[in-house]
Structure formats: C-alpha cells, structure tokens
C-alpha cells in the first residue's frame, strides 16, 4: 500500500464548486455534499468516478438531481464508486452521516471542549465527505453550516460570510461562508462553538480592509493580545518583505485545546492549537511568546505559500512547508536578532533534523515513496526543506532570490505546484542552472564536509582543500556530489576580515560553490596567515569536519565577525572535549573553553541573548549523534555535568555579577531584548545552582518566589527540579496549587518532571498518568508528558534495564486506536536507537519488535516500527 511519486497521475475528474450544508450534532452531523464534477481533459476517457472517504456512512446519493439507484454506485466507508458516470459533467449529491464526538484521531470533523472543529489536512476531509481527496483537485467552496443556538452561537467557515440568520421555527440557526479562491479539499474548515472574539482590523498596501478575529475560550480573551499582534506584524512583512497581501475581507483564527500539531492554515480560517495562541506573562515564557510569533506567522505566509499556490501531491509537501518555515524564520529574524534566531534555528536542526538524518527514519525533503503521509511532517520536511531555500538565496543572492519568487508566484497562482516549478522559476528568473542543487531534494542524509587549510608563506596563499561525502541512508547507498554555498571569511591576526580573493576575483557575498568530490580554492594575496571561518551564518547544513586547532577556534569565539561562528567556535570547543571525554579519554581543552567562555561573558558589546546561546553547551543528543555509536547515555549526561560543574565554578565570581546586574525591577515585556537578558540571567542562575550548593539552592528558591512572570519562575523551577532536596517537592506543590486550573502551565509541570535526570523519573511519569489533570485523550497531556520523557530525558528513557523503552511501546499500543497521529509521533523517539551501545540497543529493538509484531496496528504505527527496524 506504499504511494509512489513516479505512479503521478493526474485526477480523472476535476470538481468546479463543492457546496456543503452541514447540520452539526454531536454524535450525527448530517453532511449535504453537492460536487460540480468534470471529467479532466487531460484524464483517461471513460474513467470511472471514485471518491475517497474514510469512516463514512452514506446516507443518499442523488445525480443532477434524481436519487441514484444502488446498483449504478459502489459505497464502502473507504469509497464511493461510479463505474459508469452518465457524461463529462454532472452534479453529485451525497449525504453522509459522521459522529464528531467518537472522533478521537482529531482528524476530520471532531470535538474539542464541546466546539466543534476540523482538520483536514493531508486526509482529513475524506472523513467529513466522499471527495477526490487530493491537493491537485481545486474548488470553489459554499459552506453552509447550520446548529443549535445555544451549542454553538459561533459558526465560522473558509472565506467570506455570505448570509446568517435563525432556522425557522426551532432553536438552530445558520451561516454562510463563500471562499472565492480554488482551493484543495485539505484546507477545508469549519468551526462551531461557544467562542469569544478579539476583533481588530488591518488595511492592505492597497487599500483592503480585513476584518481580523481571534476565538478563543470564553474568559481568555486577555491572553489573546500577543497573537493579534503578531498577526499584524506578520501581515506587513509579507507585503513589505515578499509583496504579498492579503485577499478576503476576513482573516479569523480559533485556538482549540485538543489539536494533533501547532496549527492548520485553512484559507481565511486558521485552527490553531491554543498554545501558539494564549500568552500573558503569568501563564507564558518568552520560548512560549516566540513560538506563538512564529507560528501565527508561519500559517499566515501559507496563505501564498501553500494555498495561492498549493502542492500537486504530498510528496511536494516541501514546496509549502520548507519555504514557509523559511518565511517565518525571516520574519522572526527581522522582527528579533537575526543572529541569536539562526543560533537557535540551527540548535533545533542539528538536535531534530540531523538526528532524524542519521538515523533509520532519514528521508529526502521530498520523499519518494510512503506508507502513511502524516509521517512526513517531519524535521527533514520542513527545517531542512527551509535549509534547501535559504541556500538558494544564498546562492543567488538578495536580488536573485526575490526575482525566482516573483516569477514563482506569478506562475503558479492558483495552480498546484512541483518542486521541478519552483526550482525553474528561480533558474529561469536568473539563469542559474539548477539541476546539481536539486538533489538536496531528492538525496537524504546530511552532507560531511572535510576541509584542509594550506598556508603558502612566500606566496602570500591560502589554499582550502575541500572534500564532500553523503553517507548511505536508507534505500540511498551511492550518493553523488551535491552543491553547497559555503560562505566563509579568512580571519587575520588583528581579528578582521581579510580580502577573499581567488586568483583576480573577489569573491561574490563571501561564498564559495562547492560542487565536486574534492575541490580546491586558492585565496590570494595575504600578507599573514589567517584562520578560516568556515559556514558561516551555517550556510549549508552540513557536518563540517575542518583542521581548526582548539587555539584557533578560542581565537574565532572571541574575533570572528560572523556571530553565528563566534557562536559556533565554542560550541565546536565545547563538542570535541565532551566527545572526548565521553569515549574516556582525558577532557583536555577545559581551560581554554573555560577562557574563551569567560571572555565571552565579559564581553560589554555582545548581546544578552547570545551569550546566553554561546554559554549554553552542546545538548546530551548533539554528543550522541557526534559520537555515533555505543553511545552510553549515562556517560554523556555525567560528562556534561562534569563540565557544567566546571564552568559554574571557574565563572561563578562573573556569573553572580551577570546575575545581579541583570535583575530589573521593571515590568515584564516579551521583547527580544528583555526576553535575551531574562536569557542569560537564568543561564547564570543555572551555572550557579549546578554543584547543588545551598547558596545556589537558595537563589533559585527566591527567585521562583519573587518571580512575576513565567520565564523566570519556570527558570527557577527547572534548577531546583535538577537537585534531589526537600526544595524541590515544596516548589512543585506550589507551583501546581497557583496554576492547577490552567492546562497549558500544567504542562510545563508535567514536563519538567518528565526530565529529571534520576533514577524515579519513570516511575513519577508513570504516577502522572494517574493525575487528574493528565488525559490521555489529549495530544498537548500526552507530549508534555510521554513526549518529554521518551524525547528529552535520553538517560531515563535509555535506561540501562529497558524499562523506559517498554514504557514508551506499552503507551504507543495503549493509545494507538485513540489517535494514532500521536502515538506513531511518540514511537518515533526509538530514531536513535541503533547508535545505543548493545545492552540498550537491545531493549529498544526488543520494545520496537514488539510494538511491529502487535496485529490491528494503525498504519501510522506500522510504518514507523517497520521503518525504525530497518
Ligand atoms: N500544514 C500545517 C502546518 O502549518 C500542519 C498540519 C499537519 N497536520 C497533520 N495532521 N499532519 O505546518
Ligand atoms: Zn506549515
């Protein structure tokens, strides 16, 4: 049952208009469905008509009007089939009945807190109706939706409002929303609800006023406000930053608590999971406040990346995702600090993506095949899918770049597009060729390159002698060389730039184009020996192996120009002795990272949020996936913590001189720049309290007593969670008892509990799961919870006697039936199983076994424990 991108056809039958009267009920919502459908002029003459679905049942089927006999259809839950339609365009109409309550997967029309909502994407529709449930098929929507007065006074569709009012003589009453824009059937929406609105307004470039609302539950109203504004924000900058405007007259949101990812861009009515909605500085901390900024923004911009111009088949999933997790990572970059948001963008690469890379789930940014396609909402998809853009903009330029978009949309508007007419536009927009780049689609695995430096004295030359490799992956064993943009600077002996010269020609934007096996580049006319910063701003997402010395590395952390490798500098420092100490040799190199750190955090000119990104060291997954095997989890954590001790004791003198000079009685904002020096206040909290020491201690406790927002108080509940004292079970109960009616900061509680590094962390997660505030039925519970623990806890998780394994595989089956969607998410932290040493290598394989071998598995489950086997 695998899809194959080479079996493309296009649909036989195209659909002009889809109206929809739905008549919302709890357990039988009643679904009209009348389909214009017409044969494609491009399809198989005399092709049957058949209809996806997914759990329906079919009431009546009528063709131009006249009810259709049984034997002229085929209908099972899965299809309707009309082997012999009557002509090249007709009028279906099919009445389906569904059940939103006993919908657990949340995929299809379903309930959350007794609102009703949709998901439809990639396949959700086909459980609402019998639909060609494909990307490539656009319609024009009516949707009329009809409910009881008091159940649902808010009745919300894609589009326009067209008409509403009560339903005659009874309680119900109705809307209609029109949607002038074709659209595929996976960005299909509706709502129906007791909800309260944030209204506010925003005026076009060129003159539209749209009508903004934001739902959310009666009484949060106030925790609205940071998402409106953002919305506005986001709004502007594709005007200004891609000439992009909006194009209905209303634009509304609705944040919901039961939802299976961030958020959906249904066209004009985006549904969002409420945590990338509801923030005031009680209850949110400013990763909450940059989350909800980026992902308004990020399901925003779809609406050009993803619905003007939407993908052919879910294969092009990253022709939406990657470039609009790029639009929104530009946003956020222009709207905060550009370098402290590719630091953090890169930290979550390397930790998701890299990762997912290297291990039995790598898969192309565009895949080829697949057995279940909400798998491949992935890392891969989107971070590295947003890596492959902002390399062609490197490649091209500013100017280049914005020229390819232009003709991008310009040529597809409307259309459902490939990978192929994306990559053209730019090619044609610029006349740059392509065709070697476009294997970043197409080959998985992350590129190593190997990079030499060659000092010729006399000549005055540096040479850089560079070597690429992509490792074999799964279903990939040859791979061929790709493009990579490496942008880079030759530092000299004062700490500037010096000249970037090949031969007579300086190089363009400081990139050079690395393109084969093994390629060389003599730069000229030096009058000292510089030391090289190599991928820069992390030009290409590669795993860059380069003869830096650790001297020049502490001279790139305090020199380079490009802060993303002063950043890096240090990292790469603080990595090399990690891995070294972790495979037991000696951890040389501490008192010049000790140095450089010391410097960095004097650094007057540096700011807060950067220091606060450069002093915190590589995480326990990064060292594993740089030692690549055997990895002993205990031995990772222990390693890091011996050198957190070591930091916060060498630095402890300048780092209660950070902390103290940061403290501001002011009020809080979610600015990046208070947010930046919260930042690197509660770094140094942390490096403080690390030895456990009763100062440190009691610093965190008053902190999290005093704190008047949830950054900080979070901050100091997360070091007094590291440390086995009566302070900490004191800081849990309080911090539950304040917030015990909010679920979203429950979470956090759940959380961070799930990440104690200690030996009766499974046991407590286990406990949790009987907590009246946790629920199983609730994807937000379950990741904060399991999700935590499986993804972020990897000593506790890897336990030694693979207790935490076969945890993880009993929740994945118990929850399997519930919502698969979220249990094949959680499985898929077994992806580094195989790079375990053998004892806990083993227990995984046994706990993923077991979950493969269980018959009635969803497919979602199924393709993940299949694939993880290898
Ligand atoms: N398109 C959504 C986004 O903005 C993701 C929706 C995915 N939903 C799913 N059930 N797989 O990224
Ligand atoms: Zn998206």
């Excluded at 390159?449 to 000549?459: C, F, N, Q, S, T």
């Excluded at 701003?537 to 802060?563: I, M």
């Excluded at 740089?626 to 402890?652: I, Y």
């Excluded at 199983?833 to 009635?856: I, K, N, S």
Aim: aromatic share 8%.
């Amino acid at each position: 049952q695998a899809v194959r991108l080479a079996d493309y056809r296009p649909p036989e039958w195209l659909v002009d208009t889809v109206d929809l009267d739905v008549a919302l009920h709890p357990t039988q919502t009643r679904v009209t469905a009348r389909l214009a459908l017409r044969r494609n002029p491009e399809g198989t003459p005399d092709a049957p008509v058949i209809l996806e679905g997914d759990g329906l049942t079919l009431v009546r089927l009528a063709l131009d009007g006249a009810p259709l006999a049984g034997s002229s259809f085929e209908a099972s839950p899965e299809r309707l089939a009309l082997r012999h339609p009557p002509s090249d365009a007709f009028t279906l109409e099919i009445e389906t009945l569904v059940d939103p309550t006993a919908n657990t997967q949340l995929m299809g029309l379903y309930r959350t807190s007794n609102n009703y909502c949709t998901q439809c994407e990639p396949e959700g529709f086909r459980r609402i109706t019998y639909f060609p449930d494909r990307p490539d098929v656009l319609a024009v929507y009516t949707t009329r939706i009809e409910a009881e007065l008091d159940e649902a006074p808010v009745l919300l569709g894609n589009g326009n409002l067209v008409s509403s009012g009560p339903v005659l003589g009874a309680s119900r009453h109705f809307a209609v929303w029109h949607d002038p824009w074709p659209k595929p059937s996976y960005l299909f929406a509706l709502v129906g609800g007791k909800l309260a609105k944030v209204s506010d307004s925003f005026t076009t470039a060129s003159g539209r006023q749209v009508e903004l609302g934001i739902y959310v539950e009666e009484g949060k109203e106030a925790r609205a406000g940071y998402a409106m504004d953002a919305l506005k924000r986001s709004m502007r900058w594709d005007e200004e930053a891609f000439g992009r405007e909006y194009d209905l007259d209303v634009f509304n949101i609705v944040a919901v608590s039961d939802f299976n990812m961030g958020a959906m861009e249904n066209k004009g009515l985006n549904v969002f999971n409420d945590k990338y909605v509801l923030a005031s500085p009680q209850t949110a901390t400013d990763a909450d406040y940059s989350g909800i900024e980026g992902v308004i923004a990020h399901e925003y911009f779809h609406n050009w990346t993803g619905n003007r111009i939407t993908c052919r088949d879910w294969f092009q999933l990253c022709l939406k995702e990657g470039l609009t997790v790029f639009r929104d990572q530009e946003f956020s970059s222009d709207q905060r600090s550009r370098p402290v948001k590719r630091i953090s963008d890169v930290r979550m690469l390397k930790a998701a993506q890299f990762t997912e890379d290297s291990g039995p789930l790598a898969h192309p940014v565009r895949p080829e095949t697949y057995r279940e396609i909400n798998n491949f909402y992935t890392a891969t998809v989107y971070e590295k899918g947003s890596e492959v853009v902002r390399m062609l903009k490197t490649l091209l330029g500013e100017e280049g770049f914005r020229k390819g978009m232009d003709l991008y949309f310009e040529r597809h508007d409307g259309e459902a597009a490939t990978i192929e007419d994306f990559l053209a536009s730019f090619a044609d927009a610029t006349g740059h060729d392509l065709s070697q780049f476009a294997l970043w689609y197409s080959q998985s695995g992350t590129p190593t390159l190997e990079v030499k430096g060659a000092w010729d004295e006399a000549a005055g030359t540096y040479r850089l002698d560079v070597k690429q490799s992509v490792p074999p992956t799964p279903g990939q064993s040859e791979k061929k060389p790709m493009v990579i943009p490496l942008a880079l600077g030759l530092v000299g002996p004062d700490g500037a730039d010096m000249p970037l010269m090949l031969g007579n020609t300086p190089v363009e934007r400081g990139v050079v184009e690395v393109t084969q096996k093994e390629q060389s580049f003599l730069f000229t006319g030096l009058d000292a020996k510089p030391v090289p910063s190599l991928n820069r701003g992390f030009s290409a997402p590669v795993n860059l192996k380069s003869d830096l010395t650790p001297e020049d590395r502490v001279f790139l952390a305090a020199h380079d120009g490009d802060p993303f490798n002063r950043f890096d500098a240090l990292q790469g420092l603080a990595l090399g002795l990690l891995t070294r100490a972790a495979r037991g040799g000696a951890a040389d190199g501490e008192a010049a990272l000790i140095d450089a750190a010391g410097r960095l955090l004097a650094d007057a000119a540096l700011d807060p949020a950067f220091k606060a990104q450069a002093l915190a060291l590589p995480g326990e997954g990064e060292i594993a996936r740089e030692l690549g095997s055997d990895v002993d989890p205990d031995a990772v954590f222990a390693v890091r913590k011996a050198l957190r001790l070591k930091l916060g004791a060498a630095l402890a003198g300048p780092l209660a001189e950070t902390y103290a000079a940061l403290g501001t009685a002011a009020p809080f904002t979610p600015d990046a720049a208070s947010a930046g020096r919260r930042a690197l206040r509660n770094l140094a909290l942390d490096y403080l309290a690390v030895s456990g020491s009763d100062e440190g201690v009691a610093r965190a406790q008053a902190q999290f007593a005093a704190a008047d927002n949830m950054t900080d108080r979070m901050a100091a509940l997360a070091v007094l969670a590291q440390h086995d004292r009566p302070e900490r079970a004191a800081a849990l109960d309080a911090f539950y008892a304040r917030f015990e009616r909010d679920a979203l900061v429950i979470d956090k509680w759940f959380t961070l509990q799930a990440q104690i590094p200690e030996a009766g962390t499974l046991e407590r997660v286990k406990a949790l799961m009987l907590h009246p505030a946790f629920s199983m039925g609730n994807p937000n519970r379950v990741r904060a919870l399991v999700g935590a623990f499986a993804a972020t806890n990897p000593t506790q998780f890897n336990r030694a006697d693979g207790a935490g394994h076969a945890f993880l595989a009993d929740v994945v089956l118990s929850l399997d039936a519930k919502n698969p969607q979220v249990a094949s998410r959680l499985l898929s932290a077994f992806k580094t199983w195989r790079q375990l040493e053998p004892g806990r290598r083993g227990h995984a394989e046994a706990a993923l076994r077991r979950v493969a071998d269980t018959p009635g598995l969803s497919p979602d489950v199924a393709d993940i424990a299949t694939r993880s086997l290898g």
